[in-house]
C-alpha cells in the first residue's frame, strides 16, 4: 500500500504543474492493492468520481455492481482503476460541462503510472471496461473483437475484455451480450488465473 501511495505522490508532482490554476482532481485506484483475483480498469473518472474521488461511483458504478453480483464477489476483494486519473471534460452546446473520452495525449501521458500501478497490486487477472484500456494494454484493437475471450496483455498477464458499463446505458441492446460476457469470465477465471 505505501508503494501505491509514493505512485500516487508521483502522479500528483507530474500533473499539477500541467494544469497551472485549474483544479483537476486526480482519482487513483481503490479496492484490494495486494494481489486481488481481478483488477478492473476503465478509462477515466466522470464527474461523481471527482467528487467522491474514487474510480466507478457514478452511473457506471451501478452497473459494475450488476457486474459484481454476476461475478459473486464484492468490490472489495478486487481492485478498480481507469487509465486516466483525471476527469476529461468538455463545454456541451449549452455550456455545461460534461465528460468526453480521453484523448490520444492523456492516455498516453498516463499509461505509464497505469503499467507501473499494475506492477504494484499485482493482480492475477485483468479485466478491461471499453476500448481505451483494452487498446492502452494491447494496441490497434476494438472491444467488438476482443470481448468476452481471455487474451495476453503487454504485460504477460491475462486480460478479459468487457464493454463498458456506461455502454449499457446508451446501448439497451449491450446488455445481454455483456451479461454473457460476465458469466465467461466468472465461469473461466480460476482456470485461467491458475495457468
Known amino acids: 500500500m505505501a508503494d501505491l501511495r509514493m505512485l500516487e505522490r508521483e502522479v500528483e508532482a507530474f500533473f499539477r504543474p500541467l494544469f497551472p490554476g485549474e483544479d483537476k482532481i486526480l482519482v487513483f485506484g481503490d479496492g484490494k492493492s495486494d494481489q486481488p483475483p481481478l483488477m478492473l480498469i476503465g478509462e ?12 466507478f461511483v457514478g452511473k457506471a ?20 482503476s481507469n487509465v486516466v486519473k483525471i476527469r ?6 449549452t455550456g455545461r ?13 498516463f499509461r505509464p503510472y497505469l503499467m507501473k500501478e499494475i506492477d504494484l497490486v ?16 494491447m494496441g490497434k484493437v476494438t472491444v467488438g473483437d476482443m470481448h468476452g475471450k481471455w487474451h495476453t496483455a ?22 445481454e451480450v455483456y451479461e454473457q460476457d460476465v458469466c465467461s469470465l466468472r465461469d473461466s477465471l480460476t482456470i485461467q488465473t491458475q495457468k
Not at 88 to 93: I, S
Open 44 to 55: 477515466a473518472p466522470g464527474e461523481q468520481e471527482t467528487i467522491k474521488r474514487r474510480p
Open 61 to 80: 458504478g451501478k452497473n459494475l455492481d450488476e457486474f459484481l453480483q454476476l461475478m459473486g464477489m464484492q468490490r472489495e476483494e478486487i481492485f478498480v
Open 88 to 93: 476529461p471534460t468538455a463545454v456541451g452546446p
Open 97 to 109: 460541462i460534461r465528460n468526453r473520452p480521453p484523448s490520444k495525449e492523456e492516455i498516453a501521458l
Open 122 to 137: 499485482q493482480p492475477r487477472a485483468l479485466v478491461t471496461l471499453g476500448n481505451v484500456p483494452l487498446q492502452a494494454l
Open 154 to 175: 503487454c504485460n504477460g498477464l491475462p486480460l478479459f475484455a468487457l464493454y463498458h458499463p456506461a455502454a449499457i446505458i446508451y446501448r439497451r441492446e449491450l446488455k
